[in-house]
C-alpha cells in the first residue's frame, strides 16, 4: 500500500511528536547512549475502538512501573493468518498508535525495560519491537512472538 503524501503530512501533523522538536528528538534519545523501546498493542484484527482500549491499557503499564513515554504513530507489516487454519496468509501494512520510552524510569524498583517490553509484546501479541540497550548504539528489533 502506498501512503500519500498529503496523508503523511496529516498522521505527522496529528501525531504528539510536534510537541517536540525532532531534532531534540534525536539527540535527547537517538543520540546519547540510552536505551529505549518503541512498542504499540495494536493489532489490524481488532476494531479501532478495540485498538484505542489496548493502546490505552499499554501506556498504563508502563506508567504503573514507573516509565513515561513519547506517543508516536507507526507502520509495520503485520502477519495475517487464514481463519479456519491459523496459517500465515500474508503480510498487511498497518499504521498504529505506538509509545517511544527511553530507559528512565522515574520510580525506583522498576523492572529492566528490555524484559518488560517482552512481556508486554507477549500480552498483546505483538510479533516485534524496537529497542536500543543503555550500552549499545545498535538499533534492533526483537521479533519473538
Not at 115 to 123: L, Y
Given at each position: 500500500m502506498i501512503i500519500?503524501?498529503?496523508k503523511i503530512k496529516k498522521i505527522i501533523n496529528e501525531s504528539l511528536i510536534n510537541e517536540i522538536s525532532?531534532?531534540?528528538f534525536k539527540t535527547k534519545h537517538l543520540g546519547e547512549p540510552i536505551g529505549f523501546t518503541i512498542i504499540t498493542a495494536n493489532r489490524h484484527e481488532y476494531s479501532k475502538k478495540e485498538n484505542k482500549e489496548r493502546y490505552n491499557s499499554l501506556r498504563k503499564d508502563y506508567l504503573s512501573t514507573g516509565y513515561r513515554f513519547i506517543p508516536l504513530i507507526g507502520s509495520?507489516?503485520?502477519t495475517t493468518r487464514d481463519p479456519e487454519t491459523g496459517e500465515e496468509?500474508?503480510?498487511m501494512r498497518v499504521i498504529e498508535d505506538t509509545i517511544f520510552?527511553?530507559?528512565r524510569p522515574y520510580k525506583e524498583d522498576t523492572p529492566d525495560l528490555f524484559?518488560?517490553?517482552?512481556?508486554?509484546?507477549?500480552?498483546y501479541n505483538q510479533e516485534a519491537f524496537i529497542f536500543r540497550q543503555t550500552d549499545e548504539n545498535t538499533i534492533k528489533a526483537y521479533e519473538g512472538n
Open positions: 500519500p503524501k498529503d525532532m531534532d531534540r509495520y507489516k503485520e496468509a500474508g503480510r520510552i527511553p530507559d524484559d518488560f517490553t517482552k512481556n508486554m509484546a507477549k500480552k
